[in-house]
Nanobody
Framework: QVQLVESGGGVVQAGGSLRLSCAAS????????MGWFRQAPGKEREFVAA????????GYVDSVKGRFTISRDNAKNTVYLQMNSLKPEDTAVYYC????????????????????WGQGTQVTVSS
């Protein structure tokens, strides 16, 4: 069992930056592949980025490639999402998610593959 707590959301102007953090409970954080999803009003929750347990593999949705960077610090049980060059269409609630895996270099892209979810943090980008 792992609990996830997101932080770092807020209101920013277009072109600005935010860094989201997700703190996880538990002692085997490196055994969890982590992801970020987002959900805008009236839309489905969508994949944003993922990182493997070891941190060697990452994946991104095309719309954020080159602007967002996912990273993790296994010593601090924390995963980050650095978001640069933000656009109004990035406005959404961002969710941190985790799945236990023995495959340390594997990332996951589908909601159904993840077992644990945080409560979400709101990101609003004004034009």
């Amino acid at each position: 069992q792992v609990q996830l707590v997101e932080s770092g959301g807020g209101v920013v102007q277009a072109g600005g930056s935010l860094r989201l953090s997700c703190a996880a409970s538990g002692r085997t954080f490196s055994r969890y592949s982590m992801g970020w999803f987002r959900q805008a009003p009236g839309k489905e929750r969508e994949f944003v980025a993922a990182i493997s347990g070891s941190g060697v593999t990452t994946g991104y949705v095309d719309s954020v490639k080159g602007r967002f960077t996912i990273s993790r610090d296994n010593a601090k049980n924390t995963v980050y999402l650095q978001m640069n060059s933000l656009k109004p269409e990035d406005t959404a609630v961002y969710y941190c998610t985790a799945v236990y895996t023995v495959f340390s270099a594997t990332v996951y892209y589908r909601k159904s593959e993840y077992d644990y979810w945080g409560q979400g943090t709101q990101v609003t980008v004004s034009s």
